[in-house]
């Protein structure tokens, strides 16, 4: 491959790498939260009992999902509504709002509380590290992203 093609290569990906980057799509959030904080659980506790149950399939930030979705601002938001992660079909179709009253079941047995689940962690049996957790999943909140109109 001569020299002058080896160029021609590289400006044509330079080119294709550059309007791609132009036509990224931000990842999907949820609203901000609008629910009081869930006081029926010790957050801190929630955080560690999260960290070592709950992280290595969710993260906490917009666009970071993993095995599950994201969970920023999950409390009270609908169930499966994030347009960047799959959903099971029962999740998506149950109309459920993430609180304590759904939460509590799903974080107890996921498979018990929706048969379908995509969710295969172990049950949490133990309804206090449950409040805990649902806790600390009541503060993870942010503002909506500001979008910037790069077109005008």
């Known amino acids: 491959m001569s020299i002058i093609n080896k160029y ?12 791609t980057a132009c036509e990224h799509t931000p990842p999907d959030h949820r609203d901000p939260v609008t629910l009081p904080l869930y006081t029926e ?16 399939c ?19 938001a609908p169930a499966a509504e994030l347009k960047d992660y799959t959903y099971s079909k029962g999740l998506t179709e ?13 974080i107890a047995d996921a498979q018990k509380a929706m048969p ?7 049950p949490m049996p133990d309804a206090k590290e449950r409040a805990d957790v649902i806790a600390y999943l009541s503060t993870l909140r942010a503002d909506a992203p500001i979008v910037v109109d790069d077109a005008n």
């Open 8 to 19: 021609q290569i590289s400006s044509l990906f330079a080119a294709v790498l550059l309007l």
């Open 41 to 56: 659980g010790d957050a801190v506790n929630g955080a560690l009992i999260y960290k070592d149950a709950c992280s290595q």
């Open 58 to 76: 969710h993260q906490r930030n917009a666009g970071l999902n993993k095995k599950g979705p994201q969970l920023m601002n999950i409390y009270g």
């Open 94 to 106: 149950s109309g459920w709002v993430w609180d304590a009253k759904t939460l509590d079941p799903y």
């Open 116 to 122: 379908d689940s995509k969710m295969l962690s172990d």
